[in-house]
């Protein structure tokens, strides 16, 4: 067995700063937040544990109690905040990419009688209503990551409950495909949000409880309304998990199920791609990858983040993918705008509007784009696909207001077509800037096979689609243009542009755009956005973002939860929350 970190508080040589690190602007009275940093290593954890035992791992949870985040609580019965949760990504980016050969994952604690006590109460009575909201967003999407593991590339997680799951720690295990409970007794599983504290389990339980585990609806009220949860045999006949088993058999029964989820497996035994550390440098307001610009205007509360195109032709085969490993071009690019995402929406949540722009040439867009169908097959290419699309997710369910640019110059064609596709509207220059550059090629777009079908969003429909909701007659005509480079026109006629303007009213028309944008209420375009971005089909996933947090939101802001006199504030003193039973 092949020990990934040594220690389960081992710290990185030459510093003391934990994995995912925050720098605190306030004492822990406040509700400042951190700047948060999301670059971590399996050497530098202090959470988790990682072990590969061939096409089997093992992540242990094993939380360092004085390891927080920021100052002001424990960790204690191995409850989590962000930092730890930045360490879970790492690991479930690191065991797909890292170690094609894992089929398995089982997801254990390291304590004795309990595996999660869920997130920290403390932490989050602590902490403003926009840290915990998007706490809880990343922490939903890491955990549709583990999710996403599963059906898209063969690594089935299973969660070995080696004692209590409650709250968000039952959450974490119902993100993985089997959940095994050791019968001891007292071990339960349960989610006491709405009982103890006036809230809802914010990552998904109630939703994946009735909708992924098909738990009856009234046995599912009981369940949530149940502090102390269910064990044994009751947890298993109602499906709140697969299998109960005494610790004798425990170790064997978990080798065995996590052996015959790694014979079902497809996925690769090739050799791993390792993530290293991002090329970032932040000077002032602007910060850059090799890739990814984005400059910061605080007067305007907007960022300018621009794209880069590919500057060579794609590799010949799959072999020549692998050799360029992180520099192969969809995954530097996908690896960059993820953290810049991830940075921007946690530590700037001024910057409410957010321009994207490319730069580069269409045609290798297009190249690569052609060769991630045709390489889809290899497991590095079909993992850079899948990042690719959980990055766009993450863009679709994030909080701002986004706005494409397409001038000339630009390649939003094929796989990065998809950016503007998730922005909420979409400028494009009808010819060149006289004044500046009369001579240059006016900007184009291009449709591909890729954007009808590979980068779905959570409502399990493409951009394309949603964008043409109820209007078949023009995603059909939409589609007969996949192939082609559609200039400004051309493009408005099929209705992939917002608007199509030249020079003369181009760049008036975007600045008046985007003063009116930082002119409106945050909250108002919060709603108002999220409501557009997602037509259609509901799924498990749209409920978790949509419905579950929407609603998490409102309760977290409610005087019963988080008033001076609310279950959240007096959890732990011996004291219940004193509650207005006004329904509203």
Same mark, same amino acid.
């Given at each position: 067995m092949t020990a990934v970190q040594n220690d389960e508080q081992a710290t990185s040589s030459g510093t003391d700063e934990p994995a995912g690190s925050a720098q605190p602007t306030a004492d822990a009275e406040t509700t400042a937040p951190p700047v948060v940093d999301f670059d971590t290593h399996p050497d530098r954890y202090r959470h988790w544990r990682l072990d590969?035992?061939?096409?089997?791992?093992?992540?242990?949870?094993?939380?360092?109690?004085?390891?927080?985040?920021?100052?002001?609580?424990?960790?204690?019965?191995?409850?989590?905040?962000?930092?730890?949760?930045?360490?879970?990504?790492? !690991?479930?980016?690191?065991?797909?990419?890292?170690?094609?050969?894992?089929? !398995?994952?089982?997801?254990?604690?390291?304590?004795?009688?309990?595996?999660?006590?869920?997130?920290? =109460?403390?932490?989050?009575?602590?902490?403003?209503?926009?840290?915990?909201?998007?706490?809880?967003?990343?922490?939903?999407?890491?955990?549709?990551? =583990?999710?996403?593991?599963?059906?898209?590339? /063969?690594?089935?997680? =299973? !969660?070995?409950?080696? /004692?209590?799951?409650? /709250? /968000?720690?039952?959450?974490? !295990?119902?993100?993985?495909?089997?959940?095994?409970? =050791?019968?001891?007794g007292s071990s339960t599983v349960s989610l006491p949000e709405v009982p103890l504290l006036g809230v809802l389990p914010g990552t998904g339980g109630l939703t994946r409880v009735v909708d992924k585990r098909h738990v009856r609806k009234d046995r599912a009220d009981l369940f949530a309304t149940k502090s102390e949860g269910y064990r044994g045999d009751t947890a298993v006949q109602w499906g709140l998990v697969d299998a109960t088993f005494p610790k004798r058999e425990w170790e064997e029964q978990i080798g065995a199920r996590a052996s015959a989820a790694a014979d079902r497996s497809t996925r690769s035994g090739d050799r791993g791609v390792e993530l290293t550390p991002l090329d970032r440098a932040e000077d002032g307001d602007k910060i850059t990858y090799p890739l990814v610009t984005a400059t910061i205007d605080r007067d305007a509360r907007r960022v300018d983040i621009t794209v880069q195109g590919p500057s060579e032709p794609p590799p010949a085969d799959a072999a020549a993918v692998r050799d360029q490993g992180v520099d192969y071009w969809p995954l530097a690019l996908t690896r960059a705008l993820d953290d810049l995402v991830l940075r921007l929406r946690t530590n700037e949540q001024d910057l409410g509007t957010w321009v994207f722009r490319s730069e580069g040439d269409s045609d290798l867009v297009v190249a690569y784009d052609a060769q991630l169908r045709e390489l889809a097959d290899h497991w590095l290419v079909n993992e850079t696909m899948h990042f690719y699309k959980r990055l766009l997710k993450r863009l679709d369910v994030t909080s701002r207001s986004l706005i494409a640019v397409i001038e000339p110059g630009s390649c939003f064609a094929g796989l990065l077509l998809e950016i503007p596709l998730a922005c909420d509207r979409q400028y494009m220059l009808d010819g060149v800037y006289e004044d500046v550059a009369p001579h240059a090629t006016p900007a184009a777009i291009a449709l591909s096979e890729s954007n009808d079908g590979i980068f779905t969003m959570g409502n399990d429909i493409t951009r394309l689609e949603s964008r043409f909701w109820g209007h078949e007659e023009d995603l059909e005509a939409a589609r007969g243009k996949i192939g082609q480079s559609l200039d400004a026109a051309a493009a408005d006629e099929v209705g992939l542009v917002t608007m199509a303007l030249d020079d003369i009213d181009f760049e008036d028309e975007l600045r008046i755009v985007l003063e009116e944008r930082a002119s409106l209420s945050p909250d108002a375009l919060t709603g108002m956005e999220a409501n557009h971005r997602f037509v259609g089909p509901e799924t498990l996933e749209t409920k978790v973002f949509g419905r579950l947090t929407a609603w998490q939101n409102w309760i977290f802001n409610r005087p019963n939860a988080s008033g001076p006199e609310g279950a959240l504030r007096r959890y732990g003193t011996g004291q219940r929350g004193s509650y207005d039973y006004t329904r509203v």
């Open positions: 590969i035992d061939g096409d089997i791992a093992t992540v242990t949870l094993k939380v360092d109690e004085r390891g927080g985040l920021v100052p002001g609580y424990d960790l204690k019965m191995n409850s989590y905040d962000l930092g730890v949760d930045i360490e879970l990504y790492d !690991a479930v980016q690191r065991l797909r990419f890292e170690h094609p050969e894992v089929k !398995a994952v089982v997801m254990t604690g390291g304590l004795d009688r309990m595996f999660c006590a869920g997130a920290n =109460i403390r932490m989050l009575a602590q902490s403003s209503h926009a840290w915990k909201v998007n706490f809880c967003k990343f922490t939903n999407e890491t955990r549709n990551g =583990i999710e996403d593991a599963t059906d898209s590339s /063969g690594q089935t997680w =299973i !969660a070995a409950l080696n /004692g209590t799951a409650a /709250g /968000g720690g039952y959450e974490l !295990a119902l993100a993985c495909d089997d959940i095994i409970l =050791i019968d001891d």
